[in-house]
Nanobody, 126 residues
Framework: VQLQASGGGLVQAGGSLRLSCAAS????????IGWFRQAPGKEREFVAG????????IFAESMKGRVTISRDNAKNMVALQMNSLKPDDAAVYYC????????????????????WGQGTLVTVSS
């Protein structure tokens, strides 16, 4: 499956952005979806994850209450809505996909995902 992330940009602190992840080649509804981010000089970190069947949605502690995941199966896309953005949220954001079978800590582990988008840059001004 090929993934294309988009929607990044410059936003003021407290603002919102909606990132999209479009898939081609396979039906995204059959895959676990993860969103990660990587700031300069830092490791890639988990932001949010969603199971293929919608039964499980997990958010990083730092993002809880500020982010939601939604799927548009008709468009084969997944969106990450981010609100109340902070300067610390600035990073390149990546969407990733993996076949079903995740549990617990797997969502947080980049190596468990088989497919990655190219990343979209989010900049938050203070």
């Amino acid at each position: 499956v090929q993934l294309q992330a988009s929607g990044g940009g410059l936003v003021q602190a407290g603002g919102s952005l909606r990132l999209s992840c479009a898939a081609s080649g396979r039906t995204l509804s059959n895959y676990v979806i993860g969103w990660f981010r990587q700031a300069p000089g830092k490791e890639r970190e988990f932001v949010a994850g969603d199971s293929w069947n919608g039964f499980t949605t997990i958010f990083a502690e730092s993002m809880k209450g500020r982010v939601t995941i939604s799927r548009d199966n008709a468009k084969n896309m997944v969106a990450l809505q981010m609100n109340s953005l902070k300067p610390d949220d600035a990073a390149v954001y990546y969407c990733a996909a993996a076949p079903p079978g995740f549990s617990g800590a797997s969502y947080y582990t980049p190596a468990r995902y088989d497919y990655w988008g190219q990343g979209t840059l989010v900049t938050v001004s203070s």
